[in-house]
Protein backbone atom coordinates (compact mmCIF):
# COMPACT_ATOMS: atom_id res chain seq x y z
CA UNK A 1 0.00 0.00 0.00
CA UNK A 2 1.17 3.78 -0.81
CA UNK A 3 2.19 5.55 1.62
CA UNK A 4 0.08 8.97 1.55
CA UNK A 5 1.79 12.04 1.33
CA UNK A 6 -1.02 14.75 1.82
CA UNK A 7 1.10 17.60 2.37
CA UNK A 8 -0.97 20.01 4.43
CA UNK A 9 -0.37 22.85 3.79
CA UNK A 10 0.34 23.81 7.15
CA UNK A 11 -1.35 22.81 10.65
CA UNK A 12 -2.79 24.61 13.37
CA UNK A 13 -0.20 25.19 15.63
CA UNK A 14 2.63 23.28 14.10
CA UNK A 15 5.06 25.14 16.17
CA UNK A 16 7.57 22.72 15.37
CA UNK A 17 7.72 22.55 11.94
CA UNK A 18 8.42 19.74 9.32
CA UNK A 19 11.29 18.79 7.35
CA UNK A 20 10.99 17.49 3.58
CA UNK A 21 10.39 13.77 4.46
CA UNK A 22 6.96 14.50 6.57
CA UNK A 23 4.94 16.74 4.37
CA UNK A 24 1.99 15.44 6.71
CA UNK A 25 3.98 15.49 9.67
CA UNK A 26 3.69 13.03 12.58
CA UNK A 27 1.55 15.70 14.83
CA UNK A 28 1.49 16.44 18.25
CA UNK A 29 -1.39 14.22 20.07
CA UNK A 30 -5.05 16.16 20.19
CA UNK A 31 -5.20 17.61 24.15
CA UNK A 32 -7.74 16.11 25.58
CA UNK A 33 -9.15 14.11 22.80
CA UNK A 34 -11.75 11.44 24.18
CA UNK A 35 -10.14 7.34 23.86
CA UNK A 36 -10.75 5.29 20.84
CA UNK A 37 -13.03 2.65 22.37
CA UNK A 38 -11.48 -0.84 22.91
CA UNK A 39 -14.25 -2.78 21.05
CA UNK A 40 -15.03 -2.75 16.83
CA UNK A 41 -16.54 -0.08 15.75
CA UNK A 42 -18.61 0.34 12.91
CA UNK A 43 -18.94 3.95 12.10
CA UNK A 44 -22.09 5.78 10.68
CA UNK A 45 -21.75 7.00 6.97
CA UNK A 46 -20.72 10.19 7.09
CA UNK A 47 -23.17 12.69 6.05
CA UNK A 48 -22.04 15.40 2.89
CA UNK A 49 -24.68 18.32 2.48
CA UNK A 50 -24.28 19.13 -0.77
CA UNK A 51 -23.64 15.84 -2.01
CA UNK A 52 -19.97 15.04 -3.39
CA UNK A 53 -19.33 15.89 -7.61
CA UNK A 54 -18.83 12.78 -9.46
CA UNK A 55 -16.84 13.67 -11.57
CA UNK A 56 -14.52 11.15 -13.33
CA UNK A 57 -11.14 11.66 -12.23
CA UNK A 58 -9.38 8.14 -13.48
CA UNK A 59 -10.51 4.93 -14.75
CA UNK A 60 -9.54 1.34 -14.29
CA UNK A 61 -10.57 -0.82 -16.96
CA UNK A 62 -12.59 1.31 -18.90
CA UNK A 63 -14.45 1.42 -15.21
CA UNK A 64 -14.54 5.81 -14.20
CA UNK A 65 -13.23 6.60 -10.70
CA UNK A 66 -15.50 9.38 -8.94
CA UNK A 67 -14.35 12.50 -7.65
CA UNK A 68 -16.64 11.38 -4.33
CA UNK A 69 -13.90 8.52 -3.96
CA UNK A 70 -11.04 11.19 -4.13
CA UNK A 71 -12.19 13.49 -1.45
CA UNK A 72 -13.18 11.10 0.90
CA UNK A 73 -10.02 9.70 0.93
CA UNK A 74 -8.58 12.87 1.48
CA UNK A 75 -10.63 13.67 4.61
CA UNK A 76 -10.24 9.92 6.11
CA UNK A 77 -6.64 9.88 5.56
CA UNK A 78 -6.01 13.84 6.87
CA UNK A 79 -9.02 12.90 9.41
CA UNK A 80 -7.33 13.54 12.80
CA UNK A 81 -4.91 16.59 12.04
CA UNK A 82 -8.28 18.15 9.87
CA UNK A 83 -10.54 17.84 12.57
CA UNK A 84 -8.25 18.36 15.03
CA UNK A 85 -7.26 21.53 13.93
CA UNK A 86 -11.17 22.73 12.61
CA UNK A 87 -12.27 21.56 16.31
CA UNK A 88 -9.28 23.71 18.29
CA UNK A 89 -10.44 26.31 16.06
CA UNK A 90 -13.54 26.45 17.23
CA UNK A 91 -13.01 26.53 20.89
CA UNK A 92 -10.68 29.03 20.45
CA UNK A 93 -13.24 31.74 19.35
CA UNK A 94 -15.55 30.65 21.93
CA UNK A 95 -12.40 31.54 24.16
CA UNK A 96 -12.25 34.64 23.05
CA UNK A 97 -15.57 35.63 23.55
CA UNK A 98 -15.51 34.31 27.23
CA UNK A 99 -11.69 36.40 27.81
CA UNK A 100 -13.14 39.82 25.99
CA UNK A 101 -10.10 39.29 23.88
CA UNK A 102 -10.10 41.05 19.97
CA UNK A 103 -7.77 39.97 17.19
CA UNK A 104 -7.02 42.87 14.57
CA UNK A 105 -5.75 42.36 11.22
CA UNK A 106 -2.28 42.56 11.53
CA UNK A 107 -2.49 39.88 13.95
CA UNK A 108 -3.67 37.77 11.35
CA UNK A 109 -1.02 39.20 8.72
CA UNK A 110 1.88 38.52 10.96
CA UNK A 111 0.64 35.41 11.78
CA UNK A 112 0.53 34.44 7.72
CA UNK A 113 3.85 35.43 7.56
CA UNK A 114 5.30 33.38 10.44
CA UNK A 115 3.31 30.23 8.98
CA UNK A 116 4.71 31.33 5.09
CA UNK A 117 8.21 31.35 6.57
CA UNK A 118 8.03 27.64 7.65
CA UNK A 119 5.64 26.29 4.09
CA UNK A 120 7.46 28.53 1.50
CA UNK A 121 9.99 30.70 2.34
CA UNK A 122 11.00 33.13 -0.34
CA UNK A 123 7.58 33.67 -1.32
CA UNK A 124 4.87 36.15 -0.27
CA UNK A 125 1.49 35.34 0.34
CA UNK A 126 0.91 37.79 -2.78
CA UNK A 127 3.11 34.79 -4.19
CA UNK A 128 0.39 31.81 -2.76
CA UNK A 129 -2.58 33.97 -3.62
CA UNK A 130 -1.81 34.08 -7.62
CA UNK A 131 -0.41 30.62 -7.64
CA UNK A 132 -4.03 29.31 -6.39
CA UNK A 133 -2.14 26.34 -5.08
CA UNK A 134 -3.56 27.25 -1.58
CA UNK A 135 -7.04 29.12 -0.09
CA UNK A 136 -5.77 32.00 1.08
CA UNK A 137 -9.61 31.72 2.73
CA UNK A 138 -8.73 28.80 4.50
CA UNK A 139 -4.98 30.18 4.95
CA UNK A 140 -6.46 32.92 7.04
CA UNK A 141 -8.81 31.21 9.14
CA UNK A 142 -5.50 28.54 10.17
CA UNK A 143 -3.66 31.82 11.14
CA UNK A 144 -6.89 33.04 13.02
CA UNK A 145 -6.99 30.13 15.07
CA UNK A 146 -3.59 29.71 16.01
CA UNK A 147 -3.07 33.37 16.84
CA UNK A 148 -6.63 33.45 19.03
CA UNK A 149 -4.37 30.63 21.23
CA UNK A 150 -1.53 32.66 21.24
CA UNK A 151 -3.32 35.81 21.97
CA UNK A 152 -5.55 34.17 24.63
CA UNK A 153 -2.04 32.69 26.62
CA UNK A 154 -0.34 36.02 26.28
CA UNK A 155 -2.92 38.09 27.58
CA UNK A 156 -3.54 35.57 30.28
CA UNK A 157 0.12 35.04 31.73
CA UNK A 158 0.97 38.67 30.63
CA UNK A 159 3.96 37.73 28.63
CA UNK A 160 5.97 40.32 27.51
CA UNK A 161 5.97 40.89 23.17
CA UNK A 162 10.03 39.94 23.93
CA UNK A 163 9.39 36.86 25.29
CA UNK A 164 6.78 35.07 23.49
CA UNK A 165 8.61 33.06 21.22
CA UNK A 166 11.21 31.31 23.57
CA UNK A 167 10.63 27.47 24.16
CA UNK A 168 9.11 27.42 27.72
CA UNK A 169 6.63 30.16 26.77
CA UNK A 170 5.72 27.39 23.45
CA UNK A 171 5.30 24.52 26.23
CA UNK A 172 3.55 26.42 28.45
CA UNK A 173 0.67 27.47 25.80
CA UNK A 174 0.45 23.85 25.24
CA UNK A 175 -0.40 23.46 28.99
CA UNK A 176 -2.68 26.45 28.69
CA UNK A 177 -4.61 25.24 25.59
CA UNK A 178 -4.76 21.78 27.63
CA UNK A 179 -6.83 23.51 30.55
CA UNK A 180 -8.29 25.57 28.35
CA UNK A 181 -9.86 22.63 26.54
CA UNK A 182 -10.99 20.67 29.21
CA UNK A 183 -13.49 22.71 29.73
CA UNK A 184 -15.30 21.44 26.49
CA UNK A 185 -16.68 17.87 26.00
CA UNK A 186 -15.14 17.05 22.84
CA UNK A 187 -16.42 13.68 20.86
CA UNK A 188 -14.57 13.11 17.94
CA UNK A 189 -15.25 10.62 15.28
CA UNK A 190 -14.09 7.10 16.10
CA UNK A 191 -13.93 8.06 19.66
CA UNK A 192 -15.88 7.21 23.06
CA UNK A 193 -18.15 9.18 23.34
CA UNK A 194 -19.35 9.72 19.90
CA UNK A 195 -20.80 12.49 18.13
CA UNK A 196 -24.40 12.60 16.64
CA UNK A 197 -24.02 10.25 13.62
CA UNK A 198 -23.30 11.31 10.08
CA UNK A 199 -21.02 14.19 11.83
CA UNK A 200 -16.99 14.49 12.66
CA UNK A 201 -17.43 16.26 15.84
CA UNK A 202 -19.57 17.86 18.88
CA UNK A 203 -18.05 20.48 20.83
CA UNK A 204 -20.12 21.05 24.24
CA UNK A 205 -19.07 23.85 26.47
CA UNK A 206 -19.32 21.96 30.10
CA UNK A 207 -19.98 25.11 31.92
CA UNK A 208 -22.96 26.51 29.44
CA UNK A 209 -24.56 23.33 27.80
CA UNK A 210 -23.88 24.86 24.30
CA UNK A 211 -23.29 22.51 21.42
CA UNK A 212 -21.21 22.91 18.41
CA UNK A 213 -22.01 20.33 16.10
CA UNK A 214 -18.69 19.83 12.85
CA UNK A 215 -20.26 18.13 10.07
CA UNK A 216 -18.51 16.28 7.35
CA UNK A 217 -18.96 18.74 4.40
CA UNK A 218 -17.25 21.21 6.95
CA UNK A 219 -14.61 19.36 7.82
CA UNK A 220 -13.80 18.24 3.72
CA UNK A 221 -13.89 21.89 3.05
CA UNK A 222 -11.61 22.99 5.76
CA UNK A 223 -8.89 20.19 4.85
CA UNK A 224 -9.58 21.08 0.49
CA UNK A 225 -8.39 24.52 1.48
CA UNK A 226 -5.08 23.22 3.03
CA UNK A 227 -3.96 19.88 1.07
CA UNK A 228 -1.18 20.28 -1.03
CA UNK A 229 -2.01 19.45 -4.85
CA UNK A 230 0.25 16.22 -4.47
CA UNK A 231 -1.53 15.15 -1.80
CA UNK A 232 -4.64 14.96 -4.63
CA UNK A 233 -2.53 13.36 -6.81
CA UNK A 234 -1.63 10.98 -4.12
CA UNK A 235 -5.13 10.42 -3.18
CA UNK A 236 -5.99 10.00 -6.80
CA UNK A 237 -3.33 7.32 -6.47
CA UNK A 238 -4.81 5.52 -3.50
CA UNK A 239 -8.42 5.39 -5.16
CA UNK A 240 -7.27 3.28 -8.13
CA UNK A 241 -5.49 0.90 -6.04
CA UNK A 242 -8.53 0.54 -4.09
CA UNK A 243 -10.56 0.24 -7.05
CA UNK A 244 -8.39 -2.48 -8.29
CA UNK A 245 -8.02 -4.55 -5.05
CA UNK A 246 -12.04 -4.46 -4.87
CA UNK A 247 -11.90 -5.69 -8.44
CA UNK A 248 -9.91 -9.01 -7.50
CA UNK A 249 -11.73 -9.21 -4.53
CA UNK A 250 -15.27 -9.45 -7.24
CA UNK A 251 -13.37 -11.66 -9.19
CA UNK A 252 -12.53 -14.20 -6.89
CA UNK A 253 -15.60 -13.94 -4.28
CA UNK A 254 -13.75 -12.49 -1.71
CA UNK A 255 -14.64 -10.10 0.83
CA UNK A 256 -13.47 -8.50 3.74
CA UNK A 257 -15.94 -7.02 5.41
CA UNK A 258 -15.62 -3.99 7.69
CA UNK A 259 -16.56 -5.52 10.75
CA UNK A 260 -13.31 -7.79 10.37
CA UNK A 261 -11.15 -4.50 9.88
CA UNK A 262 -12.99 -3.01 12.88
CA UNK A 263 -12.56 -6.12 14.80
CA UNK A 264 -9.13 -5.82 14.37
CA UNK A 265 -7.79 -2.36 14.84
CA UNK A 266 -10.03 -3.34 18.39
CA UNK A 267 -7.72 -6.19 18.77
CA UNK A 268 -4.83 -3.89 18.39
CA UNK A 269 -5.87 -1.29 21.07
CA UNK A 270 -6.18 -3.85 23.28
CA UNK A 271 -2.37 -5.44 22.39
CA UNK A 272 -1.10 -1.68 23.14
CA UNK A 273 -2.71 -0.19 25.65
CA UNK A 274 -2.42 3.48 26.84
CA UNK A 275 -0.65 5.30 28.32
CA UNK A 276 1.43 4.22 24.82
CA UNK A 277 -1.53 3.23 23.05
CA UNK A 278 -1.79 1.90 19.56
CA UNK A 279 -2.76 5.33 17.89
CA UNK A 280 0.30 7.47 19.95
CA UNK A 281 2.99 4.22 18.51
CA UNK A 282 1.53 4.67 14.92
CA UNK A 283 2.05 8.96 14.87
CA UNK A 284 5.33 8.06 16.24
CA UNK A 285 6.33 5.66 13.28
CA UNK A 286 4.28 7.72 10.66
CA UNK A 287 1.38 5.97 10.07
CA UNK A 288 -2.23 6.23 11.50
CA UNK A 289 -4.84 3.82 12.86
CA UNK A 290 -6.43 4.40 8.84
CA UNK A 291 -3.78 3.56 6.75
CA UNK A 292 -2.89 0.64 9.19
CA UNK A 293 -6.51 -0.93 8.44
CA UNK A 294 -6.68 -0.42 4.68
CA UNK A 295 -2.79 -2.27 4.84
CA UNK A 296 -4.71 -5.12 7.28
CA UNK A 297 -7.34 -5.31 4.83
CA UNK A 298 -5.43 -5.37 1.48
CA UNK A 299 -3.35 -8.32 3.52
CA UNK A 300 -6.35 -10.68 4.23
CA UNK A 301 -7.54 -9.84 0.40
CA UNK A 302 -4.64 -11.15 -0.58
CA UNK A 303 -4.93 -14.28 1.38
CA UNK A 304 -8.35 -14.84 0.53
CA UNK A 305 -7.66 -14.62 -3.23
CA UNK A 306 -4.25 -16.54 -3.21
CA UNK A 307 -4.92 -18.92 -0.67
CA UNK A 308 -1.09 -18.32 0.54
CA UNK A 309 -0.78 -19.72 4.42
CA UNK A 310 2.92 -18.85 5.80
CA UNK A 311 4.17 -21.92 7.57
CA UNK A 312 6.32 -21.68 10.55
CA UNK A 313 9.50 -22.53 8.57
CA UNK A 314 8.95 -19.90 6.64
CA UNK A 315 8.56 -17.42 9.34
CA UNK A 316 11.33 -18.69 11.24
CA UNK A 317 13.23 -18.83 7.95
CA UNK A 318 12.06 -14.57 7.15
CA UNK A 319 13.23 -13.51 10.77
CA UNK A 320 16.44 -15.57 10.43
CA UNK A 321 17.20 -13.34 7.04
CA UNK A 322 16.27 -9.93 8.99
CA UNK A 323 17.61 -10.46 12.17
CA UNK A 324 19.21 -7.28 12.71
CA UNK A 325 15.63 -5.37 11.49
CA UNK A 326 13.56 -7.05 13.93
CA UNK A 327 16.62 -6.76 16.64
CA UNK A 328 16.10 -2.82 15.94
CA UNK A 329 19.25 -2.12 13.97
CA UNK A 330 18.63 2.05 12.72
CA UNK A 331 20.73 4.21 10.98
CA UNK A 332 20.95 7.79 11.38
CA UNK A 333 22.08 10.29 8.36
CA UNK A 334 22.60 13.68 7.11
CA UNK A 335 21.79 15.08 4.12
CA UNK A 336 21.57 18.15 1.38
CA UNK A 337 18.33 18.29 -0.82
CA UNK A 338 18.10 19.97 -3.42
CA UNK A 339 14.00 19.67 -4.70
CA UNK A 340 12.91 18.46 -7.97
CA UNK A 341 8.96 19.84 -6.46
CA UNK A 342 7.61 22.77 -5.43
CA UNK A 343 7.75 23.61 -1.71
CA UNK A 344 3.96 24.78 -1.64
CA UNK A 345 2.24 22.60 -4.20
CA UNK A 346 4.12 19.30 -4.10
CA UNK A 347 4.44 18.90 -7.15
CA UNK A 348 7.64 18.68 -10.00
CA UNK A 349 9.26 21.57 -11.13
CA UNK A 350 10.14 22.37 -14.57
CA UNK A 351 12.31 20.47 -16.63
CA UNK A 352 15.12 22.69 -16.96
CA UNK A 353 15.16 23.01 -13.12
CA UNK A 354 14.73 19.12 -12.17
CA UNK A 355 18.03 19.02 -14.32
CA UNK A 356 19.79 21.91 -12.58
CA UNK A 357 18.96 20.19 -9.44
CA UNK A 358 20.45 17.01 -10.14
CA UNK A 359 23.44 19.07 -11.74
CA UNK A 360 23.51 20.44 -8.58
CA UNK A 361 23.54 17.59 -6.39
CA UNK A 362 26.56 15.87 -8.60
CA UNK A 363 28.75 19.01 -8.16
CA UNK A 364 27.79 18.91 -3.98
CA UNK A 365 28.91 15.36 -3.82
CA UNK A 366 32.01 16.21 -5.67
CA UNK A 367 32.92 18.87 -3.67
CA UNK A 368 31.93 17.09 0.09
CA UNK A 369 35.11 13.94 -2.02
CA UNK A 370 36.93 16.86 -2.07
CA UNK A 371 36.75 17.79 1.23
CA UNK A 372 34.60 20.13 2.08
CA UNK A 373 32.70 19.91 5.20
CA UNK A 374 29.39 18.09 4.92
CA UNK A 375 28.14 20.53 7.85
CA UNK A 376 28.17 24.08 6.67
CA UNK A 377 27.42 22.71 2.47
CA UNK A 378 23.55 21.58 4.38
CA UNK A 379 23.26 25.26 6.01
CA UNK A 380 24.28 26.95 2.71
CA UNK A 381 22.92 24.72 0.01
CA UNK A 382 20.24 22.13 0.91
CA UNK A 383 16.89 23.11 0.41
CA UNK A 384 15.36 21.24 2.75
CA UNK A 385 15.02 24.39 5.44
CA UNK A 386 14.09 22.45 8.96
CA UNK A 387 17.02 19.33 8.49
CA UNK A 388 19.58 22.69 7.06
CA UNK A 389 19.32 24.60 10.17
CA UNK A 390 20.87 21.64 12.02
CA UNK A 391 24.22 20.87 9.23
CA UNK A 392 21.39 18.32 7.57
CA UNK A 393 21.11 16.09 10.45
CA UNK A 394 17.95 14.19 10.64
CA UNK A 395 16.76 13.35 13.96
CA UNK A 396 14.73 10.71 13.46
CA UNK A 397 16.76 6.64 13.36
CA UNK A 398 15.96 4.96 10.02
CA UNK A 399 15.05 1.86 9.74
CA UNK A 400 15.40 -0.60 6.83
CA UNK A 401 12.24 -0.69 5.93
CA UNK A 402 8.20 1.37 7.18
CA UNK A 403 8.12 4.38 8.69
CA UNK A 404 6.62 6.08 5.69
CA UNK A 405 10.45 7.49 4.68
CA UNK A 406 10.34 7.92 0.72
CA UNK A 407 11.87 4.33 -0.44
CA UNK A 408 14.68 5.64 -2.71
CA UNK A 409 16.32 7.75 0.34
CA UNK A 410 15.54 4.79 2.22
CA UNK A 411 17.44 2.09 0.27
CA UNK A 412 20.20 4.30 -0.21
CA UNK A 413 20.52 4.75 3.37
CA UNK A 414 20.64 1.09 3.96
CA UNK A 415 23.57 0.71 1.05
CA UNK A 416 25.65 2.56 3.57
CA UNK A 417 27.56 0.70 6.66
CA UNK A 418 30.76 2.24 6.99
CA UNK A 419 29.98 5.98 9.23
CA UNK A 420 31.25 9.04 7.41
CA UNK A 421 29.94 6.71 3.77
CA UNK A 422 29.07 9.83 1.65
CA UNK A 423 26.15 8.22 -1.22
CA UNK A 424 24.20 9.91 -3.95
CA UNK A 425 22.84 12.03 -5.84
CA UNK A 426 19.89 9.85 -4.74
CA UNK A 427 16.60 10.78 -6.16
CA UNK A 428 13.29 10.97 -4.45
CA UNK A 429 9.98 12.24 -4.85
CA UNK A 430 11.11 15.58 -3.14
CA UNK A 431 14.46 15.70 -4.90
CA UNK A 432 18.14 14.94 -5.62
CA UNK A 433 19.94 13.64 -2.34
CA UNK A 434 23.53 13.57 -1.30
CA UNK A 435 23.83 11.63 2.17
CA UNK A 436 26.03 10.95 4.79
CA UNK A 437 25.97 7.80 7.36
CA UNK A 438 26.05 9.59 10.73
CA UNK A 439 26.03 6.45 12.88
CA UNK A 440 24.85 3.21 13.05
CA UNK A 441 22.67 1.09 16.19
CA UNK A 442 23.16 -2.60 15.89
CA UNK A 443 22.11 -4.20 18.76
CA UNK A 444 23.60 -7.46 17.46
CA UNK A 445 25.24 -8.28 20.92
CA UNK A 446 21.63 -7.28 23.04
CA UNK A 447 20.52 -10.70 24.35
CA UNK A 448 17.71 -11.65 22.00
CA UNK A 449 13.84 -12.05 22.87
CA UNK A 450 11.98 -15.06 23.24
CA UNK A 451 10.69 -15.30 19.46
CA UNK A 452 7.96 -17.51 20.29
CA UNK A 453 6.18 -15.44 22.49
CA UNK A 454 2.61 -14.10 20.96
CA UNK A 455 4.03 -10.61 20.00
CA UNK A 456 6.87 -11.21 18.76
CA UNK A 457 5.15 -13.78 15.85
CA UNK A 458 2.35 -11.66 14.72
CA UNK A 459 4.89 -8.89 14.72
CA UNK A 460 6.94 -11.05 12.60
CA UNK A 461 4.15 -12.53 10.24
CA UNK A 462 3.00 -8.81 9.49
CA UNK A 463 5.78 -7.66 8.32
CA UNK A 464 6.57 -10.58 5.86
CA UNK A 465 2.92 -10.93 5.00
CA UNK A 466 3.24 -7.32 3.90
CA UNK A 467 5.80 -7.61 2.08
CA UNK A 468 4.65 -10.26 0.29
CA UNK A 469 1.40 -8.59 -0.22
CA UNK A 470 2.88 -5.39 -1.53
CA UNK A 471 4.48 -7.61 -4.24
CA UNK A 472 1.64 -9.40 -5.40
CA UNK A 473 -0.52 -5.99 -5.70
CA UNK A 474 2.02 -4.80 -8.16
CA UNK A 475 1.97 -7.25 -10.11
CA UNK A 476 -1.93 -6.98 -10.23
CA UNK A 477 -1.60 -3.28 -10.69
CA UNK A 478 0.84 -3.83 -14.03
CA UNK A 479 -1.91 -5.75 -15.81
CA UNK A 480 -4.23 -3.21 -15.47
CA UNK A 481 -5.50 -0.56 -17.90
CA UNK A 482 -4.81 2.64 -16.05
CA UNK A 483 -6.29 6.03 -17.67
CA UNK A 484 -6.23 9.85 -15.71
CA UNK A 485 -7.86 12.49 -16.74
CA UNK A 486 -6.35 15.70 -17.06
CA UNK A 487 -4.66 16.85 -13.79
CA UNK A 488 -6.40 20.12 -14.06
CA UNK A 489 -9.63 18.16 -13.55
CA UNK A 490 -8.65 17.19 -10.33
CA UNK A 491 -6.95 20.64 -9.04
CA UNK A 492 -10.67 21.94 -10.38
CA UNK A 493 -11.72 20.02 -6.82
CA UNK A 494 -9.68 22.15 -4.63
CA UNK A 495 -11.89 25.51 -6.16
CA UNK A 496 -15.32 24.12 -4.88
CA UNK A 497 -17.15 25.06 -2.19
CA UNK A 498 -18.40 21.88 -0.32
CA UNK A 499 -19.69 23.49 3.02
CA UNK A 500 -21.86 27.06 2.47
CA UNK A 501 -21.72 28.79 5.81
CA UNK A 502 -25.70 29.94 6.54
Known amino acids: MQSLRFGLAVCLLAVLGAGAFAQAGSQALPLGTPTAPSGPV ?180 FLMGLVKLSGMTDARKEAIERRILESEMKAKNVTVTEEEVATWAAHMRTVYPPPFSWEQILRA ?78 EALRKLQEGVDFGWLAETYSEDTVTAKGKGRLAAAIKQWGGGLDPAFQNAVWSMEKVGELTGPVQSSFGWHVIKLEEVNNPAAKQEPDWKIDRYQEYIREQYETQLMTKWFAEVSAARKIELEADERLFSLKKRQYFATK
Request: no cysteine; glycine share 6%; proline share 5%.
Open 285 to 362: TGSTAEKEMERWRRIQAWKRITGVNLTQEQLDQFLADNKSFFLGKTKKVSHVLFRTTDEVTGLPLPTEQRAAAESSAK
Open 42 to 221: ILPPLVFLPELPTDPVASVDGVPIPASDILKIILDQNFTTGVTALVMGKIAELELQKAKVALTDEDIVDELNGMLAQMAPGKTLEDIEREGSTSMTHLRSNARATRAWKKLFWTAQNIPEDQRTNQTNTMLLQFFMKTATDNYDRRIRGANPAPAAGTVAQIVDKTTGNEILVGASEALD
